[in-house]
Nanobody, 120 residues
Framework: QVQLVESGGGLVQPGGSLRLSCVASGSIFSMYTMGWYRQAPGKQRDLVADITSGRSTNYVDFVKGRFTISRDNAKNTVYLQMNSLKPEDTAVYYC??????????????WGQGTQVTVSS
């Protein structure tokens, strides 16, 4: 079992920056692919970025060049640095941890979400 707690959301003006953090507990953090997803009102939850146990990163097109995902395995924490924020980035941001075991069991966990609002 993995527990995920996000923090760092808030209200920011367009063009501003925020750094989200997600602290994991309860299992071997370094084995998990960690991801950030977001969900705007009335829309589905979409992947923003993820980072594998080997630190390979993946970004969706609408955040490339603006957002950076990173992890600190010693602190069981994954970060999302968000720069040049736009109003359309407004959403609840969720942290996700997932891995597939050798027996092909999928382990998939979510945090409670943190609100990011980009507005002047």
């Amino acid at each position: 079992q993995v527990q995920l707690v996000e923090s760092g959301g808030g209200l920011v003006q367009p063009g501003g920056s925020l750094r989200l953090s997600c602290v994991a507990s309860g299992s071997i953090f370094s084995m998990y692919t960690m991801g950030w997803y977001r969900q705007a009102p009335g829309k589905q939850r979409d992947l923003v970025a993820d980072i594998t146990s080997g630190r390979s990163t993946n970004y969706v097109d609408f955040v490339k060049g603006r957002f950076t995902i990173s992890r600190d395995n010693a602190k069981n924490t994954v970060y999302l640095q968000m720069n040049s924020l736009k109003p359309e980035d407004t959403a609840v941001y969720y942290c996700n941890a997932r891995r597939t075991s050798a027996s092909m069991t999928l382990y998939d966990y979510w945090g409670q979400g943190t609100q990011v609002t980009v507005s002047s």
